[in-house]
């Protein structure tokens, strides 16, 4: 017998968290393709399971000394419980010209029905009459039957599982928020290969994401079906997506590499799917082909535990507007400029609407605002959160680093920052001391706050 590839060893009858699909039997060669095993399986093609029982056959009481004690005393007790999977042949070739018969069951051709092989077993016999009726069997055709769970992981060598993801606004499970994009690598414009190929590999396709509480995040990439173009030579592309961590505000492309926060591995299989553990803030998620320039077509989806604000990516940099290019905020930017608020230092607390300080940050440039998490009980809070403006007037603007103590009932202020904003091409981190505001604007506060600042002319620095 061939080893036994099964990936599954526990199922979850109470509640249906997993949609198990494509059992196959494995070949070892290509004439070994379609060929019936002894128990009636088509060898390469795909079963799916559409039903899993679990029913209760006999009980097994061993009694002794009943007469001498007069007293039952019961040495051993026995409870046989065995799964009734239902299988529904799913047939992925289009070469198959009969229909293909109902497994065996127990190796017993003489006992066989082409209705269903378990109901004339030994098995199906010792079932209760009210046993039978809640497996409530329903045939939707020919091609459906039973077979009991220790045979399945005997005769089956190979599985493919797929999870079935809650998205119902009405259920008490865990829900899962979705967002999907179909797009495409095109050779010479967003087919850039993976990220070994620095100078190419930022022309992806890009998506960004939020995560607005620390967790799982799933994240899906599937190529398109060419199952139908192998007799041409067409097989799959080897595929794969690189995750980094960005400006919480990021609308626009990215044109240099951030932080990594996670990736996939390579595989030239039809779908790649990988679970990260990220923490709040805002994420990329770059999709491409192992190498260059290999056209292909894809569906990419990210699924997040809360609404993750995520989408596409077009458009490479903020752009003025031409029928209200009057007012300052709209006008055509001049300068890039980002901005990771890491650390602040020394602080103290100033309110006594809580017990503990709680600060954040908030980044403001030209009337737009970007606040960092909250990190809790803490006078020395490490943030690195990131804040990106494409200022308009940088000769009068002026970069705001505040930060707040977060209470219950209204924030308290703990100190600020005010910077004039420098085109100076490059990245600079400084350490500015916190000041007070309005009328203390000059008045020194406990306290100082670390900054990296990044400001460019050319609008598709960063």
């Known amino acids: ?22 059992f196959v039997v494995q070949i070892k060669n290509r004439d070994e393709m379609e060929k019936r095993t002894e128990t009636g399986l088509v060898m390469g ?32 007790f026995s409870i046989y419980i065995i799964f009734i999977i239902i299988l529904q042949f799913k047939s992925n070739s289009h070469t198959v010209s009969q229909k293909p018969l109902p497994p065996l069951c127990q190796q017993q051709l003489n006992r066989t029905s082409p209705r269903n092989c378990f109901l004339l ?38 599985s493919t599982i797929c999870h079935v993801i ?20 095109t050779p010479g414009s967003t087919a850039g290969g993976c990220v070994e190929n620095r100078s190419s590999f930022l022309s992806n396709p890009q998506y960004a994401f939020s995560v607005q509480e620390e967790g799982e995040v799933m994240v899906s990439l599937m190529q ?11 097989e799959n592309l080897t595929i794969g997506y690189f995750v980094m961590k960005v400006e919480e505000n990021r609308k626009y492309r990215v044109h240099t590499m951030f932080e990594k926060a996670g990736d996939s591995i390579f595989i030239n299989a039809r779908e790649v799917v990988n679970k990260l553990e990220l923490k709040k803030g805002r994420y990329l998620v770059i999709p491409s082909t192992y190498e260059p320039n290999k056209a292909g077509r894809y569906l990419i989806r990210v699924f997040t535990e809360k609404s993750s604000k995520a989408m596409f990516l077009d458009k490479e940099h903020s752009t003025g507007s031409k029928i209200w290019c009057c007012f300052p ?31 954040y940050a908030l980044v403001s440039c030209e009337g737009r605002e970007v606040k960092t998490p909250v990190i809790k009980d803490s006078l020395d809070p490490k943030w690195n959160t990131g804040a990106l403006f494409f200022v308009r007037r940088p000769q009068n603007a002026q970069l705001v680093i505040q930060v707040w103590d977060s209470n219950v009932f209204w924030d308290s202020f703990m100190g600020q920052a005010k910077l004039n904003i420098d085109i100076n091409n490059k990245a600079v981190v400084e350490t500015h001391n916190l000041m007070g505001r ?15 600042i990044k400001c460019y002319d050319d609008l598709i620095a960063i």
Request: neutral net charge; proline residues 2%.
């Open 1 to 22: 017998m061939e080893e036994v590839h099964f990936e599954v060893v526990f199922l979850n009858l109470n509640s249906v968290i997993i949609d198990l699909r494509y």
């Open 224 to 234: 398109e079906d060419t199952r139908k173009e192998k007799e041409r030579g067409v």
């Open 45 to 76: 093609h795909a079963y799916g399971v559409t039903a899993i029982k679990k029913v209760q056959l006999c009980y097994v009481f061993n009694i002794q000394n009943i007469q001498s004690t007069g007293m039952m005393e019961l040495n051993s």
């Open 438 to 452: 309005r009328r203390r604007e000059q008045e020194k506060m406990p306290g100082c706050v670390t900054v990296e």
């Open 121 to 158: 077993s030994e098995e199906w016999n010792k079932l209760k009459a009210s046993d039978r009726e809640k497996l409530g069997i329903v045939f939707e055709n020919d091609g459906e039957f039973w077979m009991a769970f220790e045979d399945f992981c005997s005769y089956f060598t190979n």
């Open 166 to 185: 809650n998205k119902s606004i009405f259920s008490l499970r865990k829900r899962w928020h979705v967002f999907k994009h179909n797009y495409q690598w």
């Open 329 to 359: 905020q709209c006008r055509t930017p001049v300068c890039v400029v980002s901005v990771t608020v890491k650390s602040a230092g020394g602080l103290q607390k100033t309110s006594s609407f809580s017990m503990t300080p709680d600060p």
